[in-house]
């Protein structure tokens, strides 16, 4: 089969500095209802869709799910464990598919309820170009070249500042420079999410980030739009996923707005009780009008249980119509908060007496009690990606039990949004860790109340936690989530500060920053509406600046500084260097020497190599072993001195004298000669056994085999009158000046030379 037979259609998008990305659909994956591999150098994505015709009976939300994988093919390497196979998805390959979820998930049809899978796979990748930059526009173009409906096209962008310069979809190496890095989907007119983290930089140079990605993605966009035509994919799938009875919503509505928006403007402050009360009045329909579902039933010939969903469904628009309608019209929150009130805070510092360092954040009704754990080098996380290896030393995690929100179910294993939502925490405190800072250090977030952005929550006990377990933090830093209320293309709009549960659903905008008084660490925004301008987003950070401050004023209060020292019970860690020669020393072979150290002290022990040598971190909360650990180290490392005098330990013995240890690691011969100034035939005669200690001093370094020359009797007063014995006269060798003898004639070795041709 010829190219052209298989319809194989490509596209090329250059990118700002001069490189190209292929787009190329038609070749692989044809059973797929949609499949493109984008390029981008050497590194290759292929991106696949499949959508099932019909959607599960009852279900009334998007059953979407992306897959992100990474294959270490791609790199030319093998996958770790047992196995050596790719297993279950890594915490990175989570994050990059939930970026890709959060910009497919808000295009597609609300009335689309199909199950839908995105595969997105690296194939081919030379550690260059960062993969996850083309992963979101392969997405977009698989969906595009399918008949599935959506409403896109939709691409992603990765932006950094690199030197002053806005630079898009950065190498791997350019990003290590860069103060800013955000990822960035958008369709040709709308941004549709953003996730990044900075380094301490203005409102303003993120919106101009902002502004450059959306640039770049507009061509990308344009490029998908004509592929899609060229292969044939104008034309999407005709559905219907949902039954509509126009009758019974506007029954509903009548009903139930008027007693909705008196809820919505209640100012009730209690969660549980605001939900009670909006649920009732949908249950008070059901009550009331049992009658009219029963004949709607009928005449649309369906069960009354579709007619109950439908109830359910429609009310759940009427809420949402109150509360905004609320907002927008009278200014006024579900909780009777203005729109840039923050809830009431308050905080604690060191409630727990066993972690290094703990705190309580409470902010209305969402709590995170934070914990930090500080360990050493051994504890660090290690990273073993297909083309990221390497370890962390700041870790933050996330737990959100069920309990939180007064759910009755079992607590699982931790769940994506958990790894996504303490990935967050963790970029927008990970670089207020000094540099030099010895620890490794691990935050856990447990949200014990969760009522809107408990991300943020998690941020400030962070860092309230990290100040208590007395780490030097470069600044404090506090995290605030922003809602949005907009009408008429955002026309008419509300932006609200610090966001309920409620207001996150119903909202079209969560939007989260955090940062310390000088500028922005990371942030996160999800848009659910077209037609956010540059202008909302900008007063939007404006106003999310000021709230950060309210709370970060709040922080300050409760813990103005870091404390000067760790806890008690804190490891203590002293790091210092030594030569990269003496490394293997100090280790012994097979671990041999160092782990003695480590049993007889009582100390932890690392090395680790870098330019300077071997860095050696020794760890204890007693000052006293620590000190006979650094003690044994040095003691190995140093070097030997002639004419120094040294106690040393005796390890074997020979017929002809005894192997001593007379420093760590460094063990001489000590000759049957040099024990005393008195004769000895046999060691036996000198009473010496193994693990006697002897003094000894060290005479001759061997300049060519490094060997020792140890003495005992030299540090012993010669004997008076002590004559030194004389050496054996060697045999002699026979009269080397007289005549040579006579050996002879020399006989014939070699045979008749051969004739010449």
């Not at 103060?179 to 953003?194: G, S």
């Not at 297909?386 to 996330?398: E, M, N, P, R, V």
């Not at 999800?526 to 007063?539: C, F, M, Q, T, W």
Request: proline share 5%.
């Amino acid at each position: 089969m010829t190219k052209k037979q298989m319809n194989i259609v490509t596209k090329e998008i250059a990118l700002p500095d001069g490189r190209v990305i292929k787009l190329e659909t038609g070749k692989l994956a044809k059973q797929a209802d949609g499949a493109v591999m984008a390029t981008l150098g050497n590194t290759m994505i292929l991106a696949t869709v499949c959508s099932a015709k019909d959607a599960v009976p009852g279900t009334d939300f998007m059953p979407l799910t992306v897959e992100y994988k990474e294959k270490f093919a791609s790199a030319g390497r093998f996958p770790g464990g047992f196995t050596r196979r790719e297993g279950k998805a890594s915490d990175y390959e989570i994050l990059i598919a939930r970026l890709i979820d959060r910009a497919l998930r808000p295009l597609f049809p609300s009335n689309y309820h199909a199950e839908t899978f995105v595969n997105v796979t690296m194939y081919s990748a030379d550690g260059i170009d960062m993969p996850e930059s083309i992963a979101g526009l392969a997405a977009g173009a698989a969906l595009a070249c399918s008949d599935i409906p959506f409403e896109g096209p939709v691409s992603e962008v990765r932006v950094a500042r690199v030197d002053g310069k806005m630079v898009i979809n950065p190498t791997f190496e350019q990003c290590e420079h860069a103060d800013l890095e955000l990822m960035v989907a958008a369709t040709y007119d709308n941004i549709m999410m953003v996730e990044g983290e900075m380094k301490e930089v203005p409102e303003s140079v993120m919106l101009e980030a902002i502004k450059a990605a959306h640039e770049a993605i507009k061509p990308q966009c344009l490029a998908i739009n004509e592929m899609m035509k060229a292969y044939g994919k104008e034309v999407k799938r005709e559905y219907c996923h949902e039954v509509n009875d126009e009758e019974l919503k506007q029954a509903v509505h009548d009903y139930s707005y008027a007693r909705a928006y008196a809820q919505a403007t209640a100012a009730d402050t209690d969660k549980h009780h605001r939900e009670a009360m909006f649920s009732q009045i949908r249950e008070d329909f059901k009550a009331e009008k049992a009658d009219y579902m029963a004949a709607r039933a009928e005449a649309l010939g369906v069960d009354i249980d579709e007619i109950a969903a439908l109830v359910d469904r429609y009310y759940h628009d009427v809420e949402k119509e109150a509360m905004r309608r609320a907002v927008l019209d009278e200014g006024k929150r579900l909780d009777g908060r203005k729109t840039t009130e923050i809830r009431p805070i308050w905080c604690e510092v060191g409630p727990l007496p066993g972690p290094h360092g703990s705190s309580i954040f409470t902010r209305g009704e969402t709590q995170s009690l934070s914990t930090v754990t500080l360990g050493t080098s051994r504890d660090e996380k290690i990273v073993d990606e297909a083309l990221i290896q390497g370890t962390d030393k700041f870790l933050l995690h996330y737990n959100f039990p069920p309990f939180s929100t007064g759910e009755a179910k079992a607590q699982r294993g931790v769940g994506r949004r958990e790894i996504g939502h303490g990935n967050l925490a963790c970029r927008a405190l990970k670089n207020m860790i000094p540099e030099d800072f010895p620890y490794t250090v691990r935050v856990v977030s447990d949200i014990l109340e969760s009522n809107g952005s408990s991300s943020m929550a998690t941020v400030c006990a962070g860092t309230l936690a990290l100040m208590d377990a007395g780490v030097p933090m470069k600044k404090p830093v506090s995290g605030i989530a922003m809602g949005l209320i907009s009408e008429n293309q955002g026309k008419n709009y509300a932006i609200l500060s610090d966001i309920l549960g409620d207001e996150d659903h119903l909202g079209d905008m969560d939007f989260k920053t955090t940062g310390t008084k000088d500028g922005l660490t990371a942030c996160q925004m999800d848009i659910k509406v077209d037609g956010l301008s540059y202008e909302i987003l900008e007063n939007a950070l404006a106003q999310a600046h000021e709230a950060r401050m309210y709370i970060l004023g709040k922080i300050l209060e409760c813990m103005p500084a870091p404390r000067a020292d760790l806890k008690p019970h804190a490891p203590r860690i002293t790091s210092f260097y030594i030569p990269k020669d003496m490394i293997g020393a100090v280790i012994g072979p097979g671990g041999k020497i160092i782990q003695g150290i480590q049993a007889e002290t009582g100390a932890v022990i690392s090395i680790d190599e870098d330019e300077k040598g071997g860095k050696v971190e020794v760890a204890s909360n007693n000052g006293e072993q620590m000190a006979a650990a650094i003690a044994k180290i040095k003691a190995i490392v140093a070097l030997p001195e002639v004419g120094e005098e040294y106690d040393s330990v005796v390890k074997s013995l020979m017929p002809y004298g005894c192997f001593v240890e007379f420093m760590p690691g460094k063990e001489g011969l000590l000759h049957i000669s040099e024990i005393d100034w008195k004769r000895y035939e046999t060691m036996e005669e000198t009473g010496i056994k193994e693990g006697d200690h002897i003094r000894i001093k060290l005479l001759e370094i061997d300049p060519k085999t490094g060997k020792f020359r140890l003495s005992a009797k030299a540090l012993k007063e010669k004997p008076e009158g002590y004559v030194e014995p004389e050496r054996p006269a060697r045999a002699p060798r026979g009269d080397r000046d007289g005549a040579r003898l006579d050996r002879g004639p020399r006989p014939e070795r070699r045979g008749p030379r051969p004739e010449k041709r």
